[in-house]
């Protein structure tokens, strides 16, 4: 997971895209992320902590370990341990699958050092979950993305319904990398092709840029398969 993808993971807000699309007068717009059961609760806990500010850096960050930096969100106190602080701030049990999530994490260890210089809260949190999440040689990841658009034409209603499913190869070649790599590299030839004609900088909306651009995805078993269904 690079910074930028971290940092549009831990502020996403996709109600700003209804302006960029034109539709404001849409009466209902909802966007979804199927996790694992827990992944929401566990994620909130780093936001309620602080650890996903990005609008700051810490002084001499380089050196810390991980428990320094947990320690950092944590009131003080004399007697207790880390852990004990951070149980008591956020009413979890040592039984609690939230517990052994982060335990998992090894949020706690005194020797790993986060080795980033003048680092945010964010991009610390970023390297300590790198060290867990990162795949393994012969790990693959995959997306599913389905997009599902309701409306009423004539008295009917109608829903139209767009998916599709990637799947990675291995560590490198991730169903992630190709997804998010992939068309801005079909993008920069085009460009330089001549082929894409509009200056400055875009964002995919322009027919121009994303119909060739899907066209060519295509090639490496990237589509979006769509179908119409009439609703009663």
């Not at 996903?52 to 320094?68: H, L």
């Not at 790599?181 to 964002?203: H, S």
């Amino acid at each position: 997971m690079d910074s930028g993808n971290f940092e549009a993971y831990a502020n996403r807000d996709s109600l700003k895209y209804r302006s960029v699309y034109g539709l404001n007068d849409i009466p209902t717009m909802y966007r979804g992320t199927i996790r694992k059961v827990g992944f929401s609760r566990a994620w909130d806990i780093f936001v309620q902590l602080g650890m996903t500010d990005d609008s700051y850096t810490i002084e001499a960050s380089e050196n810390m370990s991980y428990r320094d930096f947990v320690n950092l969100f944590l009131g003080y106190s004399p007697s207790d341990s880390v852990e004990l602080k951070l149980r008591s701030y956020l009413n979890i049990e040592q039984d609690d699958v939230m517990w052994a999530k982060l335990v998992e994490l090894d949020l706690f260890n005194p020797k790993k050092k986060i080795g980033l210089t003048n680092a945010t809260p964010a991009k610390m949190l970023q390297k300590i979950l790198e060290d867990s999440w990162t795949l393994q040689k012969d790990d693959k990841d995959m997306i599913v993305m389905q997009h599902l658009f309701g409306y009423e034409l004539n008295g009917k209603k109608h829903q139209i319904e767009s998916s599709f499913i990637v799947l990675g190869e291995n560590q490198t070649y991730t169903a992630m990398s190709k997804t998010v790599g992939l068309p801005v590299g079909i993008a920069a030839l085009k460009i330089l092709k001549g082929e894409i004609k509009t200056p400055g900088v875009q964002i995919p909306i322009n027919k121009e840029v994303y119909e060739p651009i899907l066209k060519e995805l295509e090639n490496y078993g990237i589509k979006f398969t769509e179908k119409e269904v009439l609703r009663l």
